[in-house]
């Protein structure tokens, strides 16, 4: 069945011919499981005021109920990686759709604060296992060349969602006192589409290999990229599976594998560290703390939504021609750059439109660089046997780490000062620049096996 192209310097030479039309259907249908994430992560940006004042929260709670989704998440990035190994790809993110859709309505219409949290973790549980799933299968099914754009589109969706609950929000705003129970309940929406849409893509090839059912692989393989590509890649898939041992969670561990896994840790820890969180969860807080109106708050919320939205389209045409690691070593330094202009910004009380400014271009800054870049970077550097396992790992510390960045924006705000808050987010910024530049390999172009054999050496 196997397929051996003609060889130079290791690199088959062979112009494949990929069912593009196709390729990009399957990977974006597959993404919007990002829109969940980018949706949960902003609709309670506009509901804080009303459901603060509903159950009388302190800055404490208010910190708890925003961040508390994020344990939630971890959670689900446990789950689903063994949920995505045992039961395939797929059927983990068919789980994670409806999931989110039944606990956008029980975190609308709760009637106490207790319940209210314990539906806004299970809405993380759907949010964190559809965030380690997603990127993984798009990175499994997409051919080489094409898939830094494929994974891309991700990053795309969860802007989407993003956009859409910022509009969302504003559109709900003068609904009347349970604007804020509308505004969670809009998410079973995009939730019920995306379940839908899980119908019309076909499991990973590399799932159904480790499976041992290698003729659906190769048949979805054909479909990508012809006989040929079919015969060369699941050849590469096969012999991948039979150099590794069993992908256990002690394999993690071994003394090869963990230099993988603890770089994949810390791009995660440090994507949801650099202060995105923050702006996107509290951005009307922020803009009528510059001075601005409520309404006028909430319509420059969803300017931020547009602007990341047309950024990460930079991304997207630059990430297979610029490279991953060139992309995260521009993002994080641009990015510490705005965080001292934002810190400027408020120690000096500047008029509202330079906060906007700084803030918009805070946004756009993490669209076009380390938002794509960072799943594309966790969904390959893993190696097949173990990637379930070590997708779980990185993206519970993810999750971990969004958590403490939203839970404690309020009380840094309020103890600190936004001044010092911002110069934190900066000093965070270059540290990841640093670990960029020493740690982080170039991956472009390469074959998720091609990758592992340059990552374990």
């Known amino acids: ?113 207790n319940s209210f949290i314990l539906f806004r973790m299970l809405s993380g549980v759907a949010v964190g296992a559809a965030a380690l799933v997603c990127p993984m299968y798009v990175a499994e099914i997409s051919p080489a060349s ?39 309940s809009s998410q079973s929406l995009p939730a019920l589409f995306f379940f839908a849409g899980l119908f019309f893509v076909v499991e990973s090839p590399r799932w159904l290999i480790g499976k041992q059912r290698s003729k659906e692989a190769f048949t979805i393989l054909e479909r990508i990229g012809g006989t040929a590509y079919a015969g060369f890649e699941s050849g590469q898939i096969v012999e991948s599976y039979q150099h590794q041992a069993k992908g256990s969670v002690a394999e993690l561990f071994r003394k090869g594998i ?14 949801q560290a650099v202060g995105q969180n923050s702006l996107f969860s509290y951005a ?29 389209f930079i991304a997207i045409t630059t990430i297979d021609k610029a490279g991953r690691k060139k992309l995260l070593m521009w993002g994080t330094l641009l990015l510490c750059i705005d965080a001292l202009a934002l810190a400027s910004a408020f120690y000096w009380q500047l008029p509202g439109i330079y906060v906007l400014i700084f803030l918009l271009s805070f946004i756009a800054i993490y669209a076009a660089t380390l938002g794509p870049v960072t799943w594309v970077a966790l969904s390959e550097i893993f190696p097949n046997r173990i990637r379930g396992n070590a997708m779980a790992l990185a993206t519970l510390a993810l999750w971990i780490a969004n958590f403490f960045t939203t839970a404690s924006f309020p009380v840094m705000k309020g103890y600190l000062g936004l001044p ?11 540290a990841y620049f640093l670990f960029i530049i020493v740690r982080i390999p170039e991956t472009k172009g390469k074959s998720l096996e091609e990758i592992e054999k340059m990552m374990i050496g």
């Open 1 to 113: 069945m196997a397929f051996i192209p003609e060889v130079k310097s290791g690199v088959p030479v062979i112009s494949y011919n990929y069912n593009r039309r196709y390729i990009y259907i399957i990977s974006a249908v597959a993404a919007l499981g990002g829109v969940l994430f980018g949706f949960d992560l902003v609709i309670i940006s506009g509901t804080i005021p009303f459901f603060k004042n509903y159950f009388n929260l302190n800055e404490l709670s208010t910190g708890w109920a925003v961040g508390c989704i994020n344990l939630g998440a971890a959670i689900g990035a446990l789950m689903a990686g063994k949920l995505s190994d045992k039961l395939g790809r797929r059927k983990a993110l068919m789980f994670s759709a409806v999931l989110f859709a039944v606990t956008g309505l029980g975190t609308g219409w709760a009637t106490d604060f």
């Open 146 to 184: 094409m898939r830094g754009r494929m994974v891309s589109f991700y990053q795309l969706s969860i802007v989407c969602g993003i956009m859409l609950a910022y509009l969302s929000n504003y559109l709900l705003l003068n609904t009347g006192v349970h604007n804020w129970r509308w505004m969670f």
């Open 258 to 271: 963990w230099p993988i896994v603890f770089t994949g840790i810390v791009i995660a820890v440090f994507s």
């Open 284 to 312: 009307p807080e922020l803009f009528k703390q510059a001075g601005m109106s409520q309404d006028s708050a909430f319509l420059q919320a969803i300017i931020i939504g547009l602007i990341n939205f047309i950024f990460t």
């Open 420 to 430: 010092l808050t911002f110069v934190i987010h900066a000093v965070i910024c270059f």
